[in-house]
């Protein structure tokens, strides 16, 4: 049995930075991922996987926006007995990772600053590559594996919600990868529920007949400050009940203004928002403040015959939220592994969605760790390579460590 400490794991640390350096350089952002997909699929085969351990799925027809890929997954067959293990991250990368070029800084790889890198979580991805390639190149044994790399993550963790969990073989459990410190243990993640609001108003020139008009610009305005007002803007804390919500899009039709000249009363408005808690309840209950306050915006807002606007407000679950216990077999296989490794283990509830949301709910309890990717979604992102080293350890060392 080859001991598993920092020292003999055997690593090949260049050849772990050259995945990464190759992968943040694929282009692949949200619902466009064939490319880093093929990438990674040239890099598995290199390493000694065989194409015909390596498949799609087929979530890309289920998810409601153009998806070039299903999710990609790898079989890894056991080389010893044991319960079947997943390691998960995503392929894509947010917009304005397009083009980025990674450049190595001394311990750090950065983008030329116009761009983000794609360290979220190309450094995931080039993780499981790294697994894959090390029990492979030195025989290590360990239980049947499976790799899941995930499309549509930043988009609304769409790859993960339409995955089929019978296509992963069974696994007992799962280690995502998608966080900054290899220490930090990423135990549960809020809910969210996902609100539209569209109003239709009447246009009337705003200089001559302003009273005949219904401004769908006000509406909307005069609900917004309804819902602050009532408390239920940003930070929110009700009783023992706490979460976060947001108005994002304030608009027109087809992503244009709303409205397109200032001497005419708008006619029509688009808006949305979302809600976040732990409690799926109150996530809910969130959107539904919102509703009511759109609502007292609708009827404050009328014409001169007393007619009001028409609005239509939906809302719906993004995703589920979740949280494992400390003392879950997945918590402590991975809290076991990070102390063997010297890192003493930062258990965290994440305010935002993770695939592990999802992961959870298909009957797999999920952990989330970190390699080193920081500042994510800016132009200053940049993957720190030491706990990148770190996270490839980690990944190592819970794909072989026995029960």
Known sequence: MVMM???AIPLDTAAAVEHLMRFLSVEGVTGKEADIAASVIEALKAVGVSGENIRFDDANERIPLPTETGNLIVDLPGTRPGPRLLF????????????????????????DGTTALGGDARTGVALLVVVAETLIKHSLPHPPITLLFTVREESGLHGARELDPAVLGGPV???????????DLIIGAVGQENWEAEIVGRASHAGVAPETGISATLVGALALAAAYAAGWFGKIEKSDDRGTSNIGIFGGKDGMAAGDATNV????AFLKGEARSPEPAFAKMIAEGYEAAFEKAKQAVKDRNGETARVTFIHHTAYPPFKLNENSP???RAAKAMKLLGLEPNYLFSNGGLDANWLDKHGVPTVTIGAGQAEI?????YVD??????????????ATMPE
């Open 88 to 111: 998960s991250t995503h392929l894509d990368t947010v917009p304005l990772c397009a083009g980025a070029k990674p450049l190595r800084d001394g311990n750090r790889i950065v983008s």
């Open 385 to 398: 390579l030491r706990e990148y080293e770190k996270g490839c350890r980690l990944g190592v060392l819970l």
């Open 265 to 268: 009363v708008t006619d029509y």
């Open 330 to 332: 997945a918590v402590v």
């Open 377 to 381: 979604h800016t132009v200053n992102e």
């Open 173 to 183: 459990m799962c280690v995502n990868v998608d966080g900054q410190l290899a220490s």
């Open 5 to 7: 400490d920092n020292f």
